[in-house]
C-alpha cells in the first residue's frame, strides 16, 4: 500500500512539474488555484497546452477564471429542456481562390515566365502598402541616395567574410545587394524566390547595393474579435485510407465521439487538408505497404468511413500530394469519378483554397512545401511546422521556392500567395500535432491517423497520430482532442 502511494505521490509531483515547465517555456505561469484545475484533468499535459495555446501573447499570469474562461469556450453546456434547432451551414469558397476548372497553363517557357511575374506583381502590390515610393531596380543604381527597391530574390549565399549576398531582380533590372555581416538582418532567413523589399544605398562604382532593411509583405497584427458564432470547426489531415497503418481503432474512436459531442458543442465543420487515402505508386515499395491496393477502392472506403460523420457537419476536402490529381500546386479538386462516392455534405476544393465559414477566413494548404523549408534552412524543422506557417505568413505565400521537392504548375495567376490575412491557418503532411498563435492568426498543424510508417522509422521520424484540433469560430479557443 505503501508503495503505491509513493508512486502516485511520484507521478503527481512529475506531472506538476512538467506542467509547470511547459507554462514557463511560454514565459506564463499559473496560480495555485489554476493549477489545480489543470492537475484535475484526466490529460493534464493536453489541457494545458490548449490553455496556454488559447492565451494572448501578453499573458504572463493565468489564473483560476482563465482556465474557467478558457473552458466556457469549449464545454457543451447540457441543458435537457433546450432544443436546438437544425442551424444551415454558412460557407462558401473564396472567389479567386480555386483553381479547379481554371488551369490553362500547359507547362512552356512563356507559362513560367508569366508565372513568375504574376507573383512579382501580387507581391509588389502588397510591399507597396507598407513602403510608399519605390524605385525600379534600373534607376535605383544610377542615384547616389538611399532608396526603396522591391525584387525577386533569385540567389543568396554567405560571403567568406560572413556576409551576405543576394541579387535581386524586378521587371527592369537585376543587382546585387550586399548585406553586412553587422547588420540586424544578417541572420533573417532568406530563401530563393521570395519577393522582398529592401531599403539601400548604391555603392559609388554602382555594381552593389548595401541593404540597411529589409521589409517583407508580412501579415498584419489583429487581435481576435469575438463574434456571435457558437459554431466550431474541426480538422482532419493526413488520413492515408488504404494503408495498413491508417489507425481505423483510433478514427472509430474519434467518430464515436462526434457522434456524442458534435452537436451540443455545435462541431458544424470539418476540414480535410488533404493526404485523404494513401495513394498508389507514391513512393518505391509502397505497394508493400497498402491495404487496398486498387486507387478506386481507397475513396469508396474513405466514403464509407465518412458516412459515419454525423449527418450535420458540413465536410471539406483537399487532395494532398498522395491524392489523385496532379502533383504540381495548386491542386485542383478530386475529379469526378472519385468525388461520385461521397455523401452531398461532402465539398470537393483545391489545394490550397480559402474558406469563408460563419464570417472567418480560413486559409487551408496541405503543406508539401514544408519538405522544402526544412530542407533549405537549417533552423526549421518537422519538429515544428507552425515554425514553417510563421515564415511563410512573413512572406505571404505558401511555396515560395521553385526547384525542390513541391512542384508548381505555372498559371497565370500565382494561388499560392497569401493574398488575404486569414484568422485561421491549417497545414497537415508532416504527421505532427500543434497549434500557436501568431498576430492574431490561429495557427493548426493539424495531425495524421497513419501509425509510423517503415520509411519514418528509417528518417527516426514519430508521427503524432489521432489528434483532432477545434477552433470555436467566436471566441477562437483551440483544443486539441486525443484519440
Request: proline residues 6%.
Amino acid at each position: 500500500m505503501l508503495k503505491k502511494y509513493i508512486t502516485n505521490h511520484l507521478f503527481f509531483e512529475q506531472m506538476r512539474s512538467d506542467v509547470l515547465e511547459m507554462a514557463a517555456r511560454k514565459s506564463m505561469f499559473l496560480s495555485p488555484e489554476a493549477l489545480e484545475i489543470v492537475l484535475g484533468d484526466p490529460e493534464p499535459m493536453m489541457f494545458i497546452n490548449n490553455v496556454l495555446s488559447s492565451m494572448s501573447k501578453n499573458t504572463m499570469l493565468i489564473g483560476k477564471n482563465d482556465v474557467l474562461g478558457y473552458l466556457s469556450g469549449i464545454v457543451p453546456k447540457k441543458d435537457a429542456s433546450v432544443v436546438k434547432n437544425k442551424r444551415q451551414p454558412d460557407i462558401s469558397v473564396m472567389p479567386g481562390t480555386d483553381i479547379t476548372g481554371e488551369s490553362s497553363c500547359e507547362g512552356k517557357v512563356d507559362d513560367f515566365s508569366r508565372y513568375f511575374m504574376s507573383r512579382y506583381s501580387m507581391m509588389r502590390d502588397i510591399l507597396r502598402k507598407r513602403m510608399g515610393a519605390v524605385l525600379p531596380i534600373k534607376n535605383a543604381m544610377s542615384t547616389d541616395r538611399e532608396v526603396q527597391v522591391i525584387g525577386m530574390v533569385s540567389e543568396s549565399l554567405i560571403t567568406k567574410n560572413g556576409h551576405r549576398m543576394l541579387t535581386l531582380e524586378d521587371d527592369t533590372d537585376s543587382c546585387k545587394v550586399l548585406i553586412l555581416k553587422d547588420s540586424p538582418n544578417i541572420n533573417d532567413i532568406v530563401v530563393n524566390d521570395e519577393v522582398i523589399g529592401l531599403v539601400g544605398s548604391p555603392t559609388r562604382d554602382r555594381k552593389l547595393l548595401v541593404a540597411s532593411e529589409i521589409i517583407r509583405p508580412g501579415v498584419s497584427s489583429e487581435p481576435w474579435e469575438t463574434s456571435d458564432s457558437v459554431a466550431s470547426v474541426a480538422f482532419l489531415s493526413d488520413i492515408h485510407v488504404g494503408s495498413h497503418t491508417f489507425l481505423e481503432s483510433r478514427w472509430k474512436k474519434m467518430i464515436s465521439w462526434l457522434r456524442e459531442n458534435s452537436r451540443s458543442m455545435d462541431l458544424d465543420y470539418l476540414i480535410l487538408p488533404g493526404d485523404v487515402v494513401d495513394g498508389i505508386g507514391i513512393f518505391p515499395g509502397q505497394q508493400e505497404e497498402l491495404e487496398i491496393d486498387d486507387i478506386y477502392e481507397q475513396y469508396k472506403k474513405l466514403a464509407e468511413y465518412l458516412k459515419d460523420v454525423p449527418d450535420h457537419i458540413k465536410i471539406i476536402m483537399q487532395p494532398g500530394n498522395h491524392d489523385a490529381v496532379r502533383p504540381a500546386e495548386p491542386q485542383p479538386a478530386l475529379p469526378k469519378v472519385f468525388g461520385e462516392s461521397f455523401d452531398s455534405n461532402v465539398m470537393l476544393t483545391s489545394n490550397p483554397v480559402y474558406l469563408k465559414i460563419e464570417n472567418r477566413t480560413i486559409l487551408t494548404y496541405h503543406g508539401r512545401s514544408i519538405d522544402d523549408w526544412v530542407a533549405g534552412v537549417q533552423r526549421l524543422t518537422y519538429d515544428d511546422p507552425v515554425g514553417v506557417m510563421r515564415e511563410m505568413l512573413e512572406r505571404r505565400h505558401v511555396a515560395p521556392i521553385y526547384g525542390m521537392k513541391t512542384a508548381l504548375a505555372p498559371e497565370k495567376k500565382d494561388y499560392l500567395v497569401i493574398e488575404k490575412r486569414p484568422d485561421i491557418f491549417v497545414t497537415g503532411h508532416v504527421h505532427g500535432a500543434d497549434t500557436d498563435e501568431y498576430k492574431g492568426i490561429r495557427l493548426i498543424a493539424a495531425s495524421t491517423w497513419q501509425d509510423q510508417t517503415e520509411f519514418q522509422r528509417m528518417h527516426n521520424f514519430n508521427p503524432e497520430p489521432g489528434v483532432m484540433p477545434i477552433v470555436h469560430l467566436g471566441t477562437g479557443r483551440t483544443m486539441m482532442k486525443g484519440f
